[in-house]
C-alpha cells in the first residue's frame, strides 16, 4: 500500500488551540474521555480516523456486478464554523 494523499489538512488548525478539558484524575469516571463531551480530544479522534494508506473499496452495479477500486486520494471536509475541525472526508 502507498501513502494517500489527503487535500484539504491545515498546519495548525484553529482547534489545535483548545485545551483538553478531560479530568486527570484517576478515581474521576465521570469526567473522562469519552464520557465528558471534551472539544479538544473529539477533534484529535476525528482527524486521527482518517485513512492514511490507499485502500480498496468494491462497487456493485444495479445488475450486480463487482468492481474493485482503489482508492489513492481523499479531501477532507470540514466544518465551517472557527475550529476548522473535521466532519468527515469523501474520495
Known amino acids: ?7 484539504g ?7 489545535e488551540k483548545l485545551k483538553c478539558t478531560c479530568s486527570k484524575v484517576q478515581d ?3 469526567n473522562k474521555h469519552p464520557l465528558k463531551k471534551c472539544l479538544s ?4 479522534i476525528a482527524i486521527d480516523s482518517m485513512p492514511r494508506k490507499t ?3 468494491i462497487l456493485k452495479d444495479k445488475k450486480g456486478n463487482t468492481e ?4 489513492s ?5 470540514r466544518s465551517e464554523e472557527g475550529l476548522q475541525m473535521v466532519r468527515g472526508w469523501k474520495f
Open 55 to 57: 485502500f480498496e473499496i
Open 1 to 7: 500500500m502507498t501513502k494517500l494523499k489527503i487535500n
Open 9 to 15: 489538512l491545515i498546519d495548525e488548525p484553529n482547534y
Open 73 to 77: 486520494e481523499i479531501t477532507i471536509d
Open 28 to 30: 474521576d469516571i465521570l
Open 41 to 44: 480530544c473529539y477533534c484529535k
Open 68 to 71: 474493485t477500486k482503489t482508492i
